[in-house]
RNA sequence: GGAGGGGUGGGUGAGUGGUUAAAGCCACCAGACUGUAAAUCUGGCGUCCGGAAGGGCUUCGCAGGUUCGAAUCCUGCCCCCUCCA
């Protein structure tokens, strides 16, 4: 255990806070390899950037030789997040928490060391818990405890409903603290009061309390708001290559110094130095190392340089794609009765808009343009004619908006 | 157990019999500008037919009913909240 990124680097960079800061430290210096707990709820299994901070301070200190155990939440995942919209979900059927959970850890080890991580499931203890069990746990807090919690105060303040079961949620994650005797928990900001009380519940069940380890929340693609998948301003893991590199460009310049130092290995003094040079330098330069950067870690190098290649011809030079989804449209075969198809309905089967209605109101705005295969010339289209009066060829490329296209073949 | 308030389009939230496919705001889409950033301006934002003008159909928790006409009135049901006990 010698190796590996240094103390500071590991309990400052992209952490918000450590209860205790001074206690994991001492910990760190026991020497001995320190359990570290993760857990997730096996109905929300995509893992997106905002996860990731968390996940590479797992696997930094997996570097150090520490162990992490990742708890597949199929009892908590019945129970539901308590965020307030959640409408009783209905339960998942085995297998479907299964194949979630799959999915969970093909992503999570994308970041974290499979080899150092033990997975365990809630059901191994949870499947023997009696109700005696449960009046057991429940009895060592209060109602008044529980509502100390943000997003329940919030919400009793509101007059907005609270499940009697979402009190159950903070418990059972508690109590998996003291199913693993876990040392060190981890989680962002937001799971501050389910982690405390996993920490409180060891000490009353006579173990050492676990440290809590707080990750900021990543702000997402809108700059606005946390990354969530409900919010829909989120960057998945499994986002192919060129969408992840394109999300990444679309963020707000504001955030390109959170993400480097979040979300990648960049040394901090180098940073600082981006930082300075701040307004000699265009932006957009930084915004495409960062990209790049990203993409190579969840992709590969070459996945990534193809990803910036692609923006820098398709967006910033407006070109055409490589590749470009083909659609069999049948008018171009001359096959369509007298007057041919009209615009809008081939650009609703196309898949460029979600209903005929849309397709014609983007005619109208000037979103699409045709662009010739041979010559490559774009002409604007702007009335929603029969096939007949447009002139389309095979192989045509059709362009909603500016990086939407369809290729027409026969 | 009792009394009262409420459920409207992706979100919020107006609207209490026709002029309401339903205000405003947010989100979103598109155009201009541009660095796929921000800001700003413009247009759009149920669906189907029509080149267009326009027309049809569906929508206000669910199911019925009253009426020429209902998001708005009546009945039943489901759900949420508050206060009292």
């Not at 320190?34 to 950037?49: A, Q, W, Y």
């Not at 990203?294 to 407006?318: G, K, M, S, W, Y």
Request: hydrophobic share 40%; charged share 25%.
């Amino acid at each position: 255990m010698t190796s590996g990124p240094n103390l500071e680097e590991i309990t400052r960079r992209g952490v918000q806070e450590i209860i205790s800061h001074e206690q994991f430290v001492r910990m760190l210096g026991e020497g001995k390899p320190l359990r570290l707990k993760m857990g997730f709820d096996p109905s929300r299994p995509d893992i997106h950037l905002g996860h990731v901070v968390g996940l590479r301070k797992l696997r930094q200190l997996q570097q150090l030789g520490h162990q992490v155990i990742l708890i597949v939440g199929d009892w908590t995942a019945q129970i539901g997040d308590p965020s307030g919209q959640t409408v009783t979900r209905p339960a998942l059927t085995h297998e479907e928490v299964i194949t979630n959970a799959e999915s969970y850890q093909r992503q999570f080890f994308k970041v974290v060391d499979r080899d150092r991580t033990q997975v365990v499931w809630q059901s191994e203890w949870f499947g023997k818990f009696t109700l005696a069990d449960v009046i057991g746990l429940t009895g060592r807090f209060t109602v008044a405890q529980f509502l100390e919690r943000d997003d329940f105060a919030k919400r009793f303040q509101e007059h907005r409903p609270i499940a009697i079961t979402e009190f159950l949620y903070p418990l059972l994650q508690a109590y998996d603290s003291v199913a693993v005797e876990s040392d060190v928990e981890f989680g962002g900001t937001d799971q501050m009061f389910n982690l405390l009380v996993g920490r409180e519940l060891q000490g009353m069940m006579g173990q050492r309390p676990q440290q809590c380890f707080l990750m900021p929340m990543l702000v997402g693609t809108d700059g606005a708001q946390k990354m969530s998948k409900s919010l829909g301003n989120y960057v998945a893991l499994e986002e192919p290559p060129e969408d992840m590199y394109g999300k990444i460009m679309s963020l707000p310049d504001e955030l390109i110094g959170p993400y480097f130092e979040y979300l990648t290995d960049v040394p901090m003094e180098e940073l600082a130095e981006l930082e300075r040079s701040n307004g000699e330098i265009n932006p957009i330069e930084f915004k495409k190392r960062l990209a790049l950067d990203i993409t190579a870690q969840f992709h590969d190098l070459a996945a990534a340089n193809a990803a910036q290649a692609h923006f820098e011809n398709v967006v910033q030079r407006r070109g055409l794609p490589e590749d470009i989804p083909e659609f069999t449209e049948p008018s171009l075969a001359g096959s369509q009765g007298e007057q041919g198809r009209r615009l809008s309905n081939i650009i609703y089967d196309a898949g460029l808009a979600s209903s005929v209605s849309e397709a014609k109101r983007l005619i109208n705005q000037g979103a699409i343009e045709l662009i010739d295969a041979a010559t490559g010339d774009a002409r604007r289209l702007t009335r929603d004619d029969r096939t007949d009066a447009l002139d389309m060829q095979d192989r045509a490329v059709l362009k909603r908006g500016n990086r939407r296209f369809v290729r027409l073949v026969k």
